[in-house]
């Protein structure tokens, strides 16, 4: 069985439930770009293929630290969406916070939200409450467009700049949109993560050494 997606609370729990019944079973399962979180994931799973997500928070950290430095003067006041509950976001903010660090960066407000419909009244409510802040960072693709839509309803276009994580054909139409919102995401390889995930799938299936658990 080939596994990808990530659940919040209680569902997460159901997984980890039907991860045991799946071993009880004898049906191997691989999961691929997200997985239950440790130490459930290696009881109850053969492999997870994933990105390198620090990795991908430390090119994004990078080139928000070259905005700051050459558009902002080294000085930046920012907003989060996270999506910390899920490990490889974690990931994901420790490559951001390297290479903000050493710059005079003050987080202003940070908060879950993952999910367009429900992170763009959080986006709302940020900028509202901190009308200084001029760099949105957005964990995820549904936090990039969340963050987008609410810098343009406000009309902060060009005062508020869009740095984020994942890529999607919005987010796309986002980064080439003449406002200007969006300036950095750095994607994932996703048909790399699929093939590899499926090819590991096969061999747990065959009863095959699948190789290093982690496999980035």
């Given at each position: 069985t080939l596994?990808?997606?990530?659940?919040p609370g209680t569902r997460r729990l159901e997984l980890v439930s039907a991860l045991r019944l799946a071993r009880?079973?004898?049906i191997p399962v691989v999961c691929y770009t997200t997985c239950v979180n440790p130490p459930?994931?290696?009881?109850?799973?053969?492999?997870?293929?994933?990105?390198?997500?620090?990795?991908?928070?430390?090119?994004?950290?990078q080139q928000a630290a070259a905005y700051i430095r050459n558009v902002l003067g080294g000085k930046a006041r920012?907003?989060?969406?996270?999506?910390?509950?899920?490990?490889v976001c974690k990931e994901r903010r420790k490559g951001l916070n390297e290479q903000l660090a050493g710059l005079d960066v003050k987080v202003l407000a940070e908060q879950e939200g993952f999910q367009v419909d429900k992170a763009?009244?959080?986006?709302?409510?940020?900028l509202a409450a901190h009308p200084d802040a001029n760099i949105f960072i957005a964990q995820n693709e549904d936090g990039i467009i969340a963050a987008a839509q609410a810098i343009k309803a406000k009309g902060l276009a060009g005062k508020v700049a869009v740095f984020g994580i994942d890529i999607n054909t919005q987010?796309?139409?986002?980064?080439?949109?003449?406002?200007?919102?969006?300036?950095w995401?750095?994607?994932?390889?996703?048909y790399s993560l699929g093939t590899?995930?499926?090819?590991?799938?096969?061999?747990?299936?065959r009863h095959q050494s699948v190789g290093d658990f982690y496999q980035l």
């Open positions: 596994y990808q997606g990530g659940l009880t079973a004898r459930d994931d290696k009881d109850l799973v053969k492999a997870f293929v994933k990105s390198d997500n620090k990795g991908l928070g430390v090119t994004t950290g920012v907003l989060m969406l996270t999506c910390e509950s899920y490990d763009r009244p959080i986006a709302d409510s940020m987010v796309a139409q986002l980064i080439a949109s003449s406002d200007g919102i969006v300036h995401t750095t994607g994932q390889d996703p590899r995930g499926l090819e590991a799938a096969i061999k747990a299936a």
